[in-house]
């Protein structure tokens, strides 16, 4: 079991509230005001560097190191830009921008599930921003589209919210598939609706 310090208790929840303080200001980068939260923490003798280091999720640092510089790489090679006007030549005469939207969207959700919601976003950006330039759309609309539907998973306990009630609830893969399923399309519907309302 690890070593609980209950006599910390106070100075942890000042920094934390410090930390949160600043991230929620809009003048210091969030990675940046937490950071200096965990310094403080390791400072105070909180926690210590050790268990900071175990405490970190390699996966998810060597994760990003690798899929921010392919979302980056497929922006500046031009292969976001390729895909996108190939994709655009399929497409019928008069395609509806809502339509390419939610395909946007549901192909997001698609590779959230396979590649987390981060990596979709990171991969999913330039090609939704290239495809709305080449169809003459909003960029920052189909942006917006691709970060909400990172999040549409409600089909899996990959996602943390969905794990914690599938536990207690003792639901099974199918049963989340089944509620969920439905669910993520109507949240889709809703994100496209919402987006195009105010842009």
Request: proline content about 6%; aromatic content about 8%; overall charge neutral.
């Amino acid at each position: 079991k690890d070593e609980q310090r209950p006599h910390k208790f106070k100075i942890a929840m000042a920094i934390f509230a410090a930390s949160m303080l600043l991230a929620l200001s809009s003048k210091i980068p969030v990675p940046i005001a937490l950071m200096t939260g965990v310094a403080g923490m390791l400072v105070a003798g909180v926690i210590h560097v050790d268990e900071a280091y175990a405490a970190i999720s390699w996966k998810t640092v060597f994760l990003m190191a690798c899929l921010i510089p392919l979302g980056w790489a497929m922006d500046s090679s031009g292969a976001a830009a390729w895909l996108a006007g190939h994709t655009l030549e399929q497409l019928p005469e008069g395609f509806p921008l809502w339509l390419l939207q939610l395909l946007i969207g549901l192909l997001t959700t698609l590779f959230s599930l396979a590649i987390s919601h981060v990596g979709a976003t990171i991969i999913m950006v330039p090609i939704a921003i290239n495809v709305a330039l080449a169809a003459g759309g909003n960029p920052t609309a189909f942006a917006l589209i691709v970060a909400l539907s990172a999040s549409n998973n409600l089909m899996t306990a990959s996602n943390p919210v969905m794990s914690m009630v599938t536990g207690p609830a003792n639901y099974t893969g199918r049963d989340l598939w089944r509620v969920g399923g439905p669910l993520s399309l109507v949240y889709l519907v809703l994100i496209v609706i919402a987006i195009n309302l105010m842009y």
